[in-house]
């Protein structure tokens, strides 16, 4: 480390759990990020200050208004110029420290690009909104062998987590499969800044702690209500020997796409979502989904109505987006209403 390293990063060194050996790993660290909004944009900013060594950010959004009021390192002009989120962050990065190498790719993580995108670095982070995105970094958290650290917000309440594989439960040792039904999210429920920086600033602390090298892990799952003042910890209890993802069975249905994969639908300009394929109450989402268009329902089908897209829901799950022919934004307009 040079001087000027030393200076810069005195207060970080200071910290008994660091040192300068701590400060030397993270300098060598290169992180992924996985999504750029509430919780990416402050784990990148964050990440960039102490001085981590090569940052990746993954995300296929572009920033608007609605965005300002919880998502660090954009401001008006990038909501005005629909900036893509990856590329807005990485340039705001390079102010705040011009060391760090930044790599923004305005791309959506799928089966088919995941190994590639995110299998050069040390540890993913999580700063995606659904449940999906999820299991496939899971399955390749596992395959590679390198951590990630869970993260979730909604309203005040947020939940994170780090995982280890080979030193504690994997994802899908605690939560097996993906909440079945509607999900409450930030565009149904609403979210405060608050409950996202905190989540994100405890990943932060749980990628600093694992680049230190984490004597004695044991996973756990730490959730917060802001809004309440509650703070708890729970054990995420040892490695599920039966766990599909890390235990024998050893099966990456996200990574491999075995499920159904969503298709666009020719000539129609929309595209069909199979992959989400779980049971949804329609009656329920219709009262969730009624303040934001206008909804119509049956027992066959549920109809949204929104200024850009004409949504349909089916009570398998299956929906159809109408008004765009891209997997990526039809997926991520499906998220934000269900959750994924
Ligand atoms: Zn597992």
Partial sequence: MTAAENERYSRQILFPGLGVEGQERIGRAAICIVGCGALGSFQAEALARAGVGRLRLIDRDYVDYTNLQRQWLYDESDAQNESPKAVAAARRLRQINSHVLVEPLVKDMTPSNAEELASDFDIILDGTDNFETRYLINDLSVKLKRPWVYGAAVGSY?????????RGPCLACVYPEPPAGAQPTCDVNGVIAPVTASVAALQ???????????????????????????????????????????????????????????????????????????????????????????????????????????????PDGRAIVKGTTDVGVARSVYAQLVGS
């Avoid at 947020?158 to 080979?166: A, N």
């Avoid at 602390?205 to 209500?225: K, N, P, Y």
């Fill in 158 to 166: 947020g939940v994170v987590m780090p995982i280890v594989p080979g």
């Fill in 204 to 314: 932060v602390a749980l990628v600093m702690r694992l680049l230190s090298g984490w004597e004695g892990f044991a996973s756990f799952i730490q959730t917060i209500d802001v809004w309440q003042g509650v703070n708890k910890r729970l054990s995420a209890g040892p490695p599920d020997p039966d766990c599909r993802v890390c235990g024998s069975a050893g099966e990456f249905r996200f990574l491999d796409g075995r499920k159904r994969t969503p298709v666009s639908l020719c000539g129609r300009n929309a595209v069909q979502l199979h992959e989400n394929a779980r049971p949804l109450d329609l009656w329920a989402l219709a009262a969730r989904l009624r303040p934001l268009g206008v909804v119509r329902v049956n027992e066959f089908a549920l109809r949204l109505s929104v200024p850009k897209y004409d949504v349909t829901f089916f």
